[in-house]
């Protein structure tokens, strides 16, 4: 395995939010410098806007104009966008948004090229970002179109629990077509493999949730339970997946039989992140299962109620950090063992 520092590269995101608070935060603590080296996609007027109001006199930036130029120990800052870009601070503006995708757009560059190792992206505004060249309803399906052929797959993730959607970003009344055999299968095989690849977990067991109340009561409320889920579950059970259910998503959570899975797929958004930000809201990390690059970001928004006044935890930005790291060498270690079948073997033995 590699001993090098990894090359961390961050997106600063929405310039009006919480984005540069939780960066600078984090890349306050020390720590950071012995695991990661840094590389900061945005801007350093608006870095420096944010660090006099946030108050803080003891964060310095190194400014580089391409990532190849990144000191080792320190926090380096590429500028992606206009200088006469103006903070307005809590407000959701198209120059925010602007300058959030161009950030994306030099960060994905330099991922794609390997000049960075991963990537971690601060909070966008949804809408404020939408133009010709950003049509995605978010980071997820940009990436996804952008380093991925295939498919991906939201995965939310805590030290409590991991948790897929299958309809992501869908409206609600958009979501019993999204909820497919095809798609339910789909989605398992991205999460069952980020499991062994990403998380070093070899025989995972994954809670499958219904999308009707009561998983449907036997068509009931409901067939999506008897004609696409159940259908799913069985024919990956075949092909050696261990995923169960389909459980109704109340008493799921209600009992805590979320903790004797090692992830949950859900079938919408708000079934999965509602309870998941329940339990985890500041530690929560956004993870891209299914790239062939690493993307985490902070599972929070822009908080643009809060941007500013230096009350924002940068807990679930700085995990977000750590995943992206730890999941760069789970990959390492999984090509490794991967090109040397008889380490897993021998290790079998000895445990």
Known sequence: MKNTKIR???????????????????????????ICTPIIY??????????????????????????????????????????????ELGKSTSSAGESAFKALEAAVADLEKGLIDVLVTAPINKKNIQSKDFVFPGHTEYLESKLNSGKSLMLLISDKL????????VPISKVPEVVSKENIISKLNILNSSLQKDFGIRK?????????PHAGDDGLIGTEEIDEIIPALEEVREKGIMALGPYPADGFFGSSDYMKFDAILAMYHDQGLAPFKALAFDSGVNFTAGL??????????????????????????????????????????????????MQTSEASKNS
């Open 162 to 169: 991991r948790v897929g959607v299958v309809a992501g970003h």
């Open 42 to 87: 945005g801007s350093p007027k608006v870095a420096a806007y944010h660090r006099k109001a946030l108050n803080i006199e003891t964060f310095s930036l190194n400014n580089i104009k391409e990532a190849q130029e990144a000191h080792p120990n320190r926090t380096n800052i590429i500028n992606c966008v206009d200088e006469n870009i103006k903070v």
């Open 292 to 341: 062939s690059k690493i993307r985490t970001s902070p599972a929070h928004g822009t908080a643009y109620s809060i941007a500013g006044t230096n009350v924002a935890s940068e807990k679930s930005f700085q995990q977000a950090l750590y995943m992206a790291i730890d999941v760069f060498r789970n990959r390492e270690n999984f090509e490794e063992i991967s090109k040397n079948p």
């Open 8 to 34: 961390v590269g961050i997106t600063h995101g929405d310039i009006n939010g919480i984005g540069y608070e939780v960066i600078i935060k984090t890349l306050m603590d020390e720590r950071m410098y012995e």
């Open 204 to 212: 995972p067991r994954i809670a499958v949730l219904s999308l009707n």
